[in-house]
T-cell receptor
């Protein structure tokens, strides 16, 4: 079956660092996406990991370990505007290359 | 257009009525997806189109749900005899094969409320 797990909620302080974990078990794997979704808005692309390792993009970094079925999104120098849901999605292989989404992690950043 | 558009943005209907939700994908994107997102939950896959055909309808929750796509462009999701459990945000996404692992671009969604 397909299973993607993320924590439901997290809180953090402005200026701090937070790590959002995602574990997955899927039938096939091409890569892993992270999307950000502000309340009432559409998800927007943050990162896409295919190979093991850390990819850094400004304040956001994403890590992947294919052997462990594990990824995390690292947010540095948190800002209030980072309060949002963060969705982990696996790009499955075979079939029709659809994305399987986790339930999302709601991050609340406090002053 | 610049992005994926959906209409209406909000729809309130009475239980038992039919509704149609529309999605205009990004021009040139051959793949189109419909998702459902209940309040506070993740995205639930409904159906995938490649061109005008729908090779994966596995997420449609019942035969009350159907979708079509014409001209490799606009798609319509139809829900017949709506139930209160159908209340959710319905999101459409499109993608261009080969681009960054099938990155999907999302529309703003249609918020459906069934009274």
């Amino acid at each position: 079956g397909q299973n993607i797990d993320q924590p439901t909620e997290m809180t953090a302080t402005e200026g701090a660092i937070v790590q959002i974990n995602c574990t997955y078990q899927t039938s096939g794997f091409n890569g892993l996406f992270w999307y950000q979704q502000h309340a009432g808005e559409a998800p927007t692309f943050l990162s896409y990991n295919v190979l093991d390792g850390l990819e850094e993009k400004g304040r956001f970094s994403s890590f992947l370990s294919r052997s462990k079925g594990y990824s995390y999104l690292l947010l540095k120098e948190l800002q209030m505007k980072d309060s949002a849901s963060y969705l982990c999605a696996v790009h499955t292989s075979g079939g029709y290359n659809k994305l399987i989404f986790g339930a999302g992690t709601r991050l609340a950043v406090h002053p | 257009g610049a992005g994926v558009s959906q209409s209406p943005s909000n729809k309130v209907t009475e239980k038992g009525k039919d509704v149609e939700l529309r999605c205009d994908p990004i021009s040139g994107h051959t793949a189109l997806y419909w998702y459902r997102q209940r309040l506070g939950q993740g995205l639930e896959f409904l159906i995938y189109f490649q061109g005008n055909s729908a090779p994966d309808k596995s997420g449609l929750p019942s035969d009350r749900f159907s979708a079509e796509r014409t001209g490799e462009s606009v798609s319509t999701l139809t829900i017949q005899r709506t139930q209160q459990e159908d209340s959710a945000v319905y999101l459409c996404a499109s993608s261009s094969p080969g681009r960054r692992g099938n990155e999907q671009f999302f529309g703003p969604g249609t918020r459906l409320t069934v009274l």
